[in-house]
């Protein structure tokens, strides 16, 4: 069993070393992950620049580890495509610090990783803490690990991979409980902070507060908020097969 | 009529001044768009660092510029959120150097800006120029006006966009003509050349053969291969909502 293990907060966060500890009696463990945070990368890779392994050790650990100085999905590529000995038998990302909900999952870097696993014809998941302070990964890490037993032993559809969010429950008040969610919508407010620099020269900070514009029953956003983990299966088939017949009555040989 | 036009080549790119100078004619045209090349960033944006924006003129030309140090993604976001005086009636990325097919709209700079449009409920086309020597971005340009003026008239699907493929074919043999496709799926091999640099360093250049592994009739790749124009309706709904109720039957509560 060869389980691959990236992230998008960087080979030295908390999240990615609470997973690796956890998931080390599972099988031969290797973390390939950016040598720096990069989230909200999206899909990016890096074409335009040589990319640069280096090699990480962990303490008390068998698990080899490279740090790499790119995206999530570059790291997730040379690991499959380059550094190991064959090819993994699950892609597990994470566990990233904040959620990956909603719309989010098209610009994050946790879920971009397990993406370019299922690319890669690997059965992958992406798991997030729902959770900025204090953060328990422990609890994370184990549950993940369960759930990677399942997917291994049930299989996941070809290209398939799940989304799945823990969130920082109360275990005294709230026992955990799993919900099978699809994707909720979220928009950003007030985007762009204006600023001036030292020498009067404008810049733009991004940031923005959180509009969950699709949250109802069913979503992933809706579960996380009543304290219960959100597993989502995602699929990135984007052709718009609906709309394909619609768009054919347009007639547009007619514009030729 | 406000349409904003981005890219992933740079604002000085020859395919992105064809594509203003020939909308031009429709309205008020905003061109906000990377100051360098950005290619294969995905849906990457920039919240670890500040955005700058600096004007761009053009000769003979009213449309207003802004060159932004960022991703497509950035560009679109930052001129709807911030730059334009009123939300676009349609974005327009492109022309892409090059085709965008299948898998690779994942990746692609080009689709992420049009998928920024709808993401901030614009509609949006992308367009990329499926050839690589001596591209003719003429042809391309003059058909997407014809193409925005059906879009504008007939309208897209909330969150739909268009991803449109133009080859360089020879109009004196292969008349011009639109398939409506879905996106095929393209893999690379050999993807990874490691080398030695001058102090003996090992580094890695990302390249690899495209191997297109789903190409059959009615697919966006098989469309192009023929000299037909390609047009794919998207959708980034990515729930894969067969596998929810499969995924129920796992009763994944017994491993809480």
């Known amino acids: 069993m060869l389980i691959l293990i990236s992230n998008d907060d960087g080979i030295h966060a908390p999240g990615i070393n609470s997973l690796r500890a956890s998931l ?16 909200a990368t999206g899909l990016g890779i890096t074409i335009h620049k040589p990319l640069r392994v280096e090699d990480v050790t ?5 698990a080899r580890g490279y740090a790499v100085n790119g995206t999530p999905s570059d790291c997730v590529k040379i690991a499959i495509q380059a550094l ?3 090819k993994p038998d699950i892609v597990v990302s994470g566990i990233n610090l904040g959620p990956n909900l909603g719309t989010d999952v098209l610009y994050s870097g946790t879920v971009s990783a397990a993406l370019e696993g299922v690319i890669n014809d690997v059965p992958a998941i992406a798991v997030s803490l729902a959770s900025w ?4 990964f422990g609890y994370a890490a184990d549950f993940t690990v369960r759930l990677v037993r399942v997917v291994l032993d049930k299989g996941l559809p070809e290209e398939t991979l799940l989304n799945v969010n823990i969130p920082a429950f ?7 409980r799993i919900n099978v969610t699809r994707l909720g919508k979220r928009r950003y407010e007030n985007i762009f902070e ?5 020498r009067g020269k404008t810049y733009y900070w991004m940031g923005g507060e959180v509009l969950d514009v699709q949250a109802d029953l069913g979503t992933d956003i809706d579960s996380v908020k ?8 995602l699929l990135f088939d984007v052709t ?5 017949d619609l768009i054919k009555g347009w007639n547009l040989n007619n514009i030729l």
Chains 1, 2 share one sequence.
């Not at 718009?240 to 394909?244: E, L, M, S, Y």
Request: hydrophobic share 30%.
């Open 194 to 198: 204006k600023r001036l620099d030292p």
């Open 84 to 86: 190991l000995p064959v």
């Open 240 to 244: 718009d097969h609906q709309f394909i």
């Open 226 to 233: 009543k304290g219960e983990i959100s597993i989502t299966p």
């Open 24 to 39: 080390e009696p599972l099988g031969d463990v290797f973390v390939v992950a950016p040598d720096r945070p990069r989230s």
């Open 58 to 62: 962990f303490a008390d650990s068998k």
């Open 133 to 136: 302070d204090a953060p328990d």
């Open 170 to 176: 109360d275990r005294s008040k709230n026992p955990p």
